[in-house]
């Protein structure tokens, strides 16, 4: 497991739709050394700090795996390493098998996995389609957030170690499974809830889940 690219940017302005946007999803890769805080990469930076960054996504890792079944359904598309915005390009790290709370040593970097992403309208932006939202998110191809547990320089080229697992239970993917696919897996929302790891947010979005479902049947 290793980072392949290590990409930055800082938000810019563009016209969507007919609209000025401010957008930090245009993000290129570095060759040097960039340290890794509790909010961002250096030199990296979100425009809508309400759905972007903080603490528990400081660092956006999209797997390079799927730079290929990409290429496939947007045949003549130019996909270099960063087009979805992510900070790491990385290879040997699949949602299924990374599990919200899982430790990461980068270096001297420690990072905690956190969530999966959630794509908005920003990811249409870049690539020119609004479509791109759905299908991001129908492929379950959406790459994860780190949290930032020790600061220290990452680079291109590191390796990617597995220091601590909190728990098997719930790996990336089946966040966006109970999220977006099957919203009644009563079980799936327990476990999910019990995860120390995973958001506040997350966990208030499936408690009031769950309590909706067993409502039904009182």
Not at 6 to 22: A, D, S
Not at 107 to 123: A, F
Not at 173 to 184: G, H, M, Q, V
Request: glycine share 10%.
């Amino acid at each position: 497991m290793k980072i392949l690219s290590v990409n930055i940017g800082l938000p810019r302005e563009v016209t969507w739709q007919g609209k000025l946007v401010t957008t930090g999803i245009f993000k290129e890769p570095v060759n040097a050394p960039v340290m890794a805080r509790t909010l961002n990469l250096d030199g990296d930076q979100q425009a809508d700090l309400t759905v972007h960054g903080g603490v528990n996504k400081a660092i956006y890792a999209y797997p390079s795996e799927h730079y290929d079944y990409w290429r496939t359904q947007l045949p003549g598309a130019d996909l270099p390493w960063s087009m979805f915005g992510e900070n790491f390009t990385t290879e040997g790290l699949l949602e299924e098998n990374v599990y919200i709370g899982d430790r990461f040593r980068i270096g001297e970097t420690e990072v905690v996995v956190t969530e999966p992403r959630l794509p908005c309208y920003k990811l249409g932006i870049k690539f020119g389609r609004a479509d791109i939202i759905k299908r991001f998110l129908a492929s379950r191809r959406t790459g994860f957030y780190f949290a930032v547990a020790r600061e220290a320089l990452v680079s291109a080229g590191d390796a990617i170690d597995l220091i601590g697992r909190e728990q098997q239970g719930i790996s990336v993917a089946d966040i966006t499974r109970l999220y977006a696919f099957e919203k009644n897996d009563l079980n799936g929302l327990h476990r999910a809830i019990g995860i120390d790891s995973l958001p506040e947010s997350w966990k208030g979005y499936f408690q009031h889940r769950l309590e909706k479902q067993i409502g039904k049947f009182q």
